[in-house]
């Protein structure tokens, strides 16, 4: 069997290859990939290469596949799972395999597993960890590629936690019924987290939305709206900080003065870190969700509030298979929709420079077919080729009756015309 597919061989040196890959063991199940949608953690790889702490040492020689944010059909079962999986249904993997000892990851680790191929084998601690999750392809392979980084939005607001003064036990989550804000959040990311915070279980009284681009805030407002929040319950105020003479005084100001229970960064800024400290309230949590670059980031904390306010801070980098599993059943049942965190799409051909450029490349996710070539495109320029290319006229067509975004119908009419 051969496969098609990106390596890396070290830093930033990543080639896409066509290769055979080995006989399939009794333990090991062989899986077509279909979608795979490029993290900021692939690119943070290709520039560490050897020296980043999931990738293997000996790239030069066993390069890796690239790509841990995937969803494809199983094609052929091992001995081994023939109970458990079948052939020609849909999965999706949890890349974080927590193995005792090791940073072991898929799109890190494997020769021959990862999302950024054709065809992959994977291997047996993934089944035995219970990361090779099922979905529903009645959605689109794209959601299931996007529960990955859902899931690290999931995990976000579980590790949030609150307790009571001289009762040493903490509840995990935040707050049900209140008030929360989200800082710096109308990026692809933020975007999921807003439409997970107005339907997960816990959803606040309170939602409070930043960012200082007009734009984003704009297009944040157009996806969730404040009478799409109040269907369910919350009261949703989205503020442009950058407008605000003192945005400490204006946010503090939404939750009657008594500050926020959860506060959520989304962007590794000193600054935005220092309000959301300023605005927390009594036993208020405040996660740091921004994956910072400058090892050195730091920023003020008041300390006094911790000792007499059980103020307390929170980090978290990635999700948990629960947290994965509870994004496919919100997506599958239509609760969720992870599209509004797609920008662009492209094929295998476009893999190499999106994930090398990836900072560079402005706007959301960037999904992958890895079976099709087509360059990286954005959304809103697809009206702009369909005047040379029909094709994407059509696909203008499919996404702008669709508030402009991703769906099953454009990922099935990119299937069969690409």
């Known amino acids: 069997m051969k496969t098609k597919a990106v390596r890396i061989y070290g830093k930033e040196d990543l080639r896409l290859e066509e290769f055979d890959l080995p006989e399939l063991n009794d333990d090991e199940i ?23 702490q999931r990738v293997n040492k000996d790239i030069k020689e066993r390069p890796v596949i690239v790509g841990h944010e995937c969803a494809g059909i199983i094609r052929k079962v091992g001995k081994k799972w023939k109970d458990q999986y079948k052939e020609n249904e849909t999965y ?4 974080a395999l927590n193995i005792e000892g090791s940073m072991a990851s898929v799109g890190y680790s494997f020769e021959y597993c990862g999302g950024d191929a054709t065809f992959i084998v994977v291997p047996d601690i993934v089944m035995e960890k219970g990361c090779l999750l099922p979905f529903d392809s009645g959605n689109g392979f794209f959601q299931a590629s996007l529960a990955e980084p859902m899931s690290c939005i999931i995990g976000a607001f579980h590790s949030m936690y609150h307790g009571e003064r001289g009762v040493y036990q903490h509840e995990m989550g935040i707050v ?20 997970y915070m107005l339907n997960c279980v816990r959803r606040p009284g309170l939602l409070v939305v930043t960012d200082i681009d007009e734009d984003r805030l704009k297009r944040a407002q157009t996806l ?10 919350v009261e949703l105020h989205y503020v442009n900080t950058a407008k605000e003479e003192n945005e400490v005084e204006t946010l503090r100001a939404l939750t009657g003065g008594t500050g926020f229970d959860d506060v959520s960064v989304y962007a590794p800024v000193r600054q935005v870190i220092e309000t959301a400290d300023k605005i927390l309230g009594f036993d208020g949590c405040l996660n740091f969700f921004a994956g910072p670059v400058d090892p050195e980031l730091s920023a003020m904390f008041n300390f006094f509030n911790v000792h007499y306010k059980m103020t307390h801070i929170v980090g978290s980098s990635g999700g948990n298979t629960e947290d994965m599993k509870e994004c496919l059943r919100m997506s599958g049942e239509g609760i969720l929709n992870p599209a509004v965190m797609v920008t662009h799409v492209g094929g295998m051909d476009a893999v190499i420079d999106t994930t090398l450029n990836l900072p560079k490349i402005p706007g959301g996710k960037k999904l992958i077919y890895v079976g099709i070539d087509m360059e990286l495109t954005a959304i809103d320029e697809f009206e702009e080729k369909g005047r040379t290319d029909e094709r994407f006229q059509t696909l203008a067509n499919i996404t702008q009756k669709n508030n402009g975004l991703w769906c099953a119908e454009a990922e099935n009419y990119l299937l069969d015309n690409f």
């Not at 899986?31 to 980043?52: F, R």
């Not at 969730?224 to 319950?233: P, T, V």
Request: proline share 4%.
């Open 224 to 233: 969730f709206s404040e009478d799409y929040a109040k269907e369910r319950g």
């Open 92 to 95: 999706t993997i949890q890349p």
């Open 30 to 52: 062989l899986m077509e990939i279909v979608s795979d949608s490029v993290c900021m953690s692939t690119y943070k790889e290709a520039l560490q290469g050897e020296n980043h």
């Open 176 to 195: 049900k019924g209140g008030k929360s804000a989200l800082l710096a959040c109308c990026g692809p990311m933020g975007l999921g987290a807003i439409g």
